[in-house]
Structures are given as C-alpha cells and as structure tokens.
C-alpha cells in the first residue's frame, strides 16, 4: 500500500497530527495496534484523574464544552473525550493494526504491520512517551516474598497483597498512589529521590492556570538553558482531586505517609536508602518558591490580582531519616516502582537512537532521517509537549515542517487561519 505520510499511534498526539494533516490536504493513514486512545484504556489504574483541570484539554479544533472547566476528567472521561475528538477528526485509521518494523528505502519508507506494508514519504512516531514503566536494576535484589509492580500494573489497593507497601518514587505516580493507598488504610513508606514539589492551588488560582497565563507552559526548547535537564525532570507532584487537595509530602506525611530516602540498593533482604532525603526536600522547596516568586512578579507586571502572596510550609523530614529498611520488619509486603516511564521503539529498525535508547532529534524533526518525525515526548518542543493541551501546537509546528519537506502546498481555510 502506498501513502504519503504514516502517522503511527491513535491517542492524542496521532489524532492532533491527523487533524493537522487534513488541513493540509497531507494524504496519510493512521495505525494503532489497540483503538483510540489504547494507553488510557490499558496502561493506567482505574482511579487515575487528569492532574490538568478540563479547560486544560484542548486539542486542534477541539476544547472542553462542559460546565465545570475548573474540574479534572475520570479515566472514562478522558477516553470517551479522545473518542469524542476522533469522530471529531475522522482519520483515516487502522485499529489493532501494530507496527512491527519502520525501516528507510529509498526515497522514503517502509512500515510494516500485520495488515500489510505501507510505502510513504514520511514518518510521525505520536507512540507515546510513555510506554514501558520503568523498573530499576535493584528490583532484582528484592525478597522473594514481596511483590513487585509497576503503575501500569496497579488496579486500586484492594488488589494488593495485606500489609505495607513501599512506594518508590515522587512524582506524579508514586505520590498520587501513595496518597490513594494510605488512605484507603495501609501503611505507606515512600521513597523520595529528587522530586518537583508543587501545590494545586496559589493565589486562589490552579496552578495549570498561572504556568498556562504566565506563559510558562509555552516555553521553548530552543529557549532553555538546559534541554536534556528539562526533559528529564520529574512530573509535578499534582492530582486532580474534586477537593483540589496537595498531594505534596508534606500533605502525605500528614496522612500517615513515612518518607525514606531514595532507594540506593538492597542486600540480604534489607533496602539501602540515600542519605539525601533532607537535601532533595530543600531544594524542592526552594524550586517551588523560586516558581513561585517567577508568578508573583509575573502577576504584578500584569496586574491579576488575587489572593496576596504565600510561601508553604517548608517540607517535613525527621530529624534522622533511617539509612536501611528491613522489609520483613517493616511489614512491606508489596513494593510499586513509580520510578518513570520510557518509550519503546524496538520495532524502529533505522539507527536514530542514543546509549540511552531515545531518539536524536531536533525539536520532533529526526534530522538524521529526514522525514522521520516525533510527537507527544516531554518537552519536545514546549514545556507543555507531553500534554494535551500542547501537543497540538507542535503537531501544527512539525506537520508545517513535514509539508515543507514534501514540497506540498499548505492549503485549506483551517490551515491559513491556524498559520496567521
Ligand atoms: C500516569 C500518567 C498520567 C498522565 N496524566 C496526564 C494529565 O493529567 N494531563 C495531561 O495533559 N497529560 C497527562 N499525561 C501525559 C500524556 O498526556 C499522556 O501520556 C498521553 O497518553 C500521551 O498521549 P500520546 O498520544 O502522546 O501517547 P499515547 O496516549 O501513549 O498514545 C500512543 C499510541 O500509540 C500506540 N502505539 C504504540 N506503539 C505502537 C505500534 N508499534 N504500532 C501501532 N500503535 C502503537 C499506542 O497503542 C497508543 O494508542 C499522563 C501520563 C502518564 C504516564
């Protein structure tokens, strides 16, 4: 079969670059080895809310219609919102339809499934950023008699083996499931690494509200200082709870959560934990008011008033944070590694990859297969790249590139009024 261009993966990221696509009269076909929206419906626990409010959720085309902007979407919600906005875009789409293989000819490439081949100019991998749950080498050591999982393998704390549970990791993950499962009433220890502190609220305003309005989430990757520091840190320790309740640490200590210190190794059936827990808390804390204080002298240029200034309570470490952790002693029954997530692109047979196993590229553009494009990826392009409301800019960015690189003409109304 012959296309112009192959979008691979029908979540977010792929239906933006369709929509983009179509409005510029680019000829391509959609694959997705699941349906729409396939990581929602397979890779999260049941529980998950968005920790972006609704007005938060705005794809090409599409924004929230609803009476409760301010609000955060169920896991239901935010499938039947992507099958909303597939009708919406109507792509051209293959479901249960994986790719096994992207390779280069030559004037293009070759993408393979198991319902055929597809000979095409161009390349978008909208695959997520997300895939595969990390699992770190020292989960090897672990006792026989604890469990193991990762949060795509977590349903909800009824499901997990009796006794305590040891969260390993602070972002996002681990400190929306360490909050869930302490209190749903089983003792949680977490182990905390560097981590990005954040509060839902300031000012009387969300969060997502000032880093939208200040423009943080709009800043560039070609603006920061350093990009592969930027793309590495940590999600926001936020959720998106109806009580638009913290889930920082010093709201999960105040649940009962234990804090421990990063999870450095594990011998003889004891876990080794870093000595850097005070450290790591600090500089958390002096991140948050240094973004804190990038708000307030933004608020005070543009006159939004509010709620008058705060700084939060610094975050809470006991006094000497223990060094070791028996499991057995310490009733740990289960251990989930909230450690990260990464892409898979083993199916991906052109040489674009780093030692670390994530593409080269240039702001989505994979310059040494030109082409070849990347969408959906932390800090891609914007500071907001990974979410759903920024993967539409850059789909616009990169199918304005991917259309250039095809020699094609942009047109369609959409198109120009989106480009002015
Ligand atoms: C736990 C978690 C919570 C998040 N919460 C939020 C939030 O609250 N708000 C927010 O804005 N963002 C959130 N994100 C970030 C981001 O919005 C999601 O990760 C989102 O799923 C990314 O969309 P995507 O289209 O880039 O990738 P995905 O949704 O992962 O879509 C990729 C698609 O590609 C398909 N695919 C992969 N490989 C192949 C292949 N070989 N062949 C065919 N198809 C393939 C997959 O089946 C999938 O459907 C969260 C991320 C995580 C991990």
Redesign the pocket.
Same mark, same amino acid.
Not at 102 to 127: F, I, N, P, S
Not at 132 to 151: D, F
Not at 175 to 189: F, S, W, Y
């Given at each position: 079969m012959r296309t112009t261009a192959v979008i691979?993966?029908?979540?977010?990221?792929?239906l933006a670059m369709s929509w983009w696509f179509a409005a510029r009269s680019i000829d391509h076909v959609v +694959?997705? %080895?699941?349906e729409v929206a396939?990581?929602?419906r397979t890779e %999260?626990w049941p529980s +998950?809310t +968005?920790?972006?409010p609704n007005w938060q959720s705005r794809l090409p085309g599409f924004g929230y219609e609803g009476d409760d902007p301010d609000g955060f979407r169920t896991l239901p919600e935010t499938i039947a919102f992507l099958e909303r906005y597939a009708r919406l875009v109507s792509p051209p789409l293959r479901t249960h339809?994986? #790719?096994t293989s992207v390779r280069r000819t030559v004037d293009g490439y070759e993408v393979a499934t198991a319902q055929g081949t597809w000979d095409c100019k161009a390349v978008v991998l909208?695959?997520?950023?997300?895939?595969i749950a990390q699992r770190p080498k020292v989960s090897e050591a672990v006792p026989s008699g604890v469990a193991q999982l990762t949060?795509d393998q977590y349903r909800n704390p009824e499901s997990l083996q009796p006794g305590g549970v040891l969260v390993v990791g602070a972002a996002a993950?681990g400190a929306q499931l360490a909050d869930e499962i302490q209190r749903a009433g089983r003792p949680v220890t977490l182990a905390v690494g560097e981590h990005v502190r954040a509060c839902r609220t300031y000012r009387g305003k969300d969060m997502q509200w000032w880093m939208n309005a200040a423009g943080l989430n709009d800043e560039r990757y070609d603006e920061v200082e350093n990009l592969t520091r930027a793309r590495s840190l940590p999600s926001f320790q936020l959720a998106?709870h109806p009580d638009r309740r913290n889930i920082d640490l010093n709201a999960l200590t105040s649940l009962g959560v234990k804090l421990v210190g990063r999870l450095a190794g594990i011998r003889d059936g004891k876990a080794q934990l870093s000595g850097s827990l005070r450290n790591v808390c600090e500089l958390a804390d002096l991140k948050l008011n240094r973004l804190l204080n990038r708000i307030d002298e933004w608020a005070a240029e543009n006159g939004v008033s509010g709620d008058p200034p705060h700084r939060p309570e610094p975050t809470r470490i006991e006094a000497a944070p223990p060094l070791g952790l028996d499991f057995e002693r310490a009733g740990i029954r289960t251990i989930i590694w909230a450690t990260g997530?990464r892409p898979?692109y083993s199916?991906l047979d052109i040489p674009v990859l780093d030692r670390k196993g994530n593409i080269r590229h240039d702001g989505g553009v994979v310059t040494e297969a030109p082409g070849l494009y990347l969408l959906?990826l932390t800090f891609l392009r914007r500071r907001k790249s990974? +979410?759903?409301?920024g #993967?539409g800019d850059d789909a616009r960015d990169l199918s304005a590139h991917l259309a250039a690189h095809l020699g094609a003409r942009s047109t369609g109304a959409d198109a120009a009024a989106a480009d002015a």
């Amino acid at each position: 079969m012959r296309t112009t261009a192959v979008i691979i993966g029908a979540g977010q990221a792929g239906l933006a670059m369709s929509w983009w696509f179509a409005a510029r009269s680019i000829d391509h076909v959609v +694959l997705e %080895r699941g349906e729409v929206a396939n990581t929602w419906r397979t890779e %999260r626990w049941p529980s +998950l809310t +968005l920790l972006t409010p609704n007005w938060q959720s705005r794809l090409p085309g599409f924004g929230y219609e609803g009476d409760d902007p301010d609000g955060f979407r169920t896991l239901p919600e935010t499938i039947a919102f992507l099958e909303r906005y597939a009708r919406l875009v109507s792509p051209p789409l293959r479901t249960h339809c994986r #790719v096994t293989s992207v390779r280069r000819t030559v004037d293009g490439y070759e993408v393979a499934t198991a319902q055929g081949t597809w000979d095409c100019k161009a390349v978008v991998l909208a695959t997520g950023g997300f895939n595969i749950a990390q699992r770190p080498k020292v989960s090897e050591a672990v006792p026989s008699g604890v469990a193991q999982l990762t949060p795509d393998q977590y349903r909800n704390p009824e499901s997990l083996q009796p006794g305590g549970v040891l969260v390993v990791g602070a972002a996002a993950t681990g400190a929306q499931l360490a909050d869930e499962i302490q209190r749903a009433g089983r003792p949680v220890t977490l182990a905390v690494g560097e981590h990005v502190r954040a509060c839902r609220t300031y000012r009387g305003k969300d969060m997502q509200w000032w880093m939208n309005a200040a423009g943080l989430n709009d800043e560039r990757y070609d603006e920061v200082e350093n990009l592969t520091r930027a793309r590495s840190l940590p999600s926001f320790q936020l959720a998106g709870h109806p009580d638009r309740r913290n889930i920082d640490l010093n709201a999960l200590t105040s649940l009962g959560v234990k804090l421990v210190g990063r999870l450095a190794g594990i011998r003889d059936g004891k876990a080794q934990l870093s000595g850097s827990l005070r450290n790591v808390c600090e500089l958390a804390d002096l991140k948050l008011n240094r973004l804190l204080n990038r708000i307030d002298e933004w608020a005070a240029e543009n006159g939004v008033s509010g709620d008058p200034p705060h700084r939060p309570e610094p975050t809470r470490i006991e006094a000497a944070p223990p060094l070791g952790l028996d499991f057995e002693r310490a009733g740990i029954r289960t251990i989930i590694w909230a450690t990260g997530f990464r892409p898979d692109y083993s199916w991906l047979d052109i040489p674009v990859l780093d030692r670390k196993g994530n593409i080269r590229h240039d702001g989505g553009v994979v310059t040494e297969a030109p082409g070849l494009y990347l969408l959906g990826l932390t800090f891609l392009r914007r500071r907001k790249s990974s +979410l759903m409301d920024g #993967v539409g800019d850059d789909a616009r960015d990169l199918s304005a590139h991917l259309a250039a690189h095809l020699g094609a003409r942009s047109t369609g109304a959409d198109a120009a009024a989106a480009d002015a």
